[in-house]
T-cell receptor, first 115, second 111 residues
Framework: NAGVMQNPRHLVRRRGQEARLRCSPM?????VYWYRQLPEEGLKFMVY????????ESGMPKERFSAEFPKEGPSILRIQQVVRGDSAAYFC?????????????FGPGTRLLVL | TQLLEQSPQFLSIQEGENLTVYCNSS?????LQWYRQEPGEGPVLLVT?????EVKKLKRLTFQFGDARKDSSLHITAAQTGDTGLYLC???????????FGQGTELSVKP
């Protein structure tokens, strides 16, 4: 049973370009979470999605960042007009059901480097 | 903003020693998860504790959830070099699915 898949594992972009990060949850999981880990900082929640719905985006920057989880296909975290401060590791996690006691399983992450 | 204070931030010990990592908050969590993260990889789940006062053991690792569900600890007995890594605690609250992470404990076990 495959775990959470993320691609690409590494992404290099120049300032002003767009970054698209993809996440395929574990089989049967319909809840997806995105977290960001900045250098020398802990993991910070960004957004929580269910199929076709954004449930909680309280951790998302107001501009340039968007996320989706379509009915078919992976969840996408999109960063427009990237800046150097966006350089970080972006992790996706998934869970089976909505429950505060439900374990979240993490993917290997996408390391974004903005030149 | 709910905070999860994790201590110590760095820990360097000799193989065979015991150690404890603490995770404290003023907020109540419905569950608390401990993860271990290797460089260049994502967090890997070690355990989830959900009941106040709960103690779970995973080989040489013992996890405890405080009675009031505000704090937790991870105790490693007879540490081995393979225990080296970043240990993260993360709490979930009733309002929703997001996890609040501690800053992490960077453990180095020397032979």
């Amino acid at each position: 049973n495959a775990g959470v898949m993320q691609n690409p594992r590494h992404l290099v972009r120049r300032r002003g370009q767009e970054a698209r990060l993809r996440c395929s949850p574990m089989k049967g999981h319909s809840h997806v979470y995105w977290y960001r880990q900045l250098p020398e900082e802990g993991l910070k929640f960004m957004v929580y999605l269910q199929k076709e719905n954004i449930i909680d985006e309280s951790g998302m920057p107001k501009e340039r960042f968007s996320a989706e989880f379509p009915k078919e296909g992976p969840s996408i975290l999109r960063i427009q007009q990237v800046v150097r401060g966006d350089s970080a590791a972006y992790f996706c996690a998934s869970s089976l059901i909505l429950a505060s006691k439900e374990t979240q399983y993490f993917g290997p992450g996408t390391r974004l480097l903005v030149l | 903003t709910q905070l999860l204070e994790q201590s110590p931030q760095f820990l360097s010990i000799q193989e065979g020693e015991n150690l404890t990592v603490y995770c404290n908050s003023s907020s109540v969590f419905s569950s608390l998860q401990w993860y271990r993260q290797e460089p260049g990889e994502g967090p890997v789940l070690l355990v989830t504790v959900v009941t106040g006062g709960e103690v779970k053991k995973l080989k040489r690792l013992t996890f405890q959830f405080g009675d009031a569900r505000k704090d937790s600890s991870l105790h490693i007995t007879a540490a081995q070099t393979g225990d080296t890594g970043l240990y993260l605690c993360a709490g979930a609250q009733n309002q929703g699915g997001k996890l609040i992470f501690g800053q992490g404990t960077e453990l180095s076990v020397k032979p």
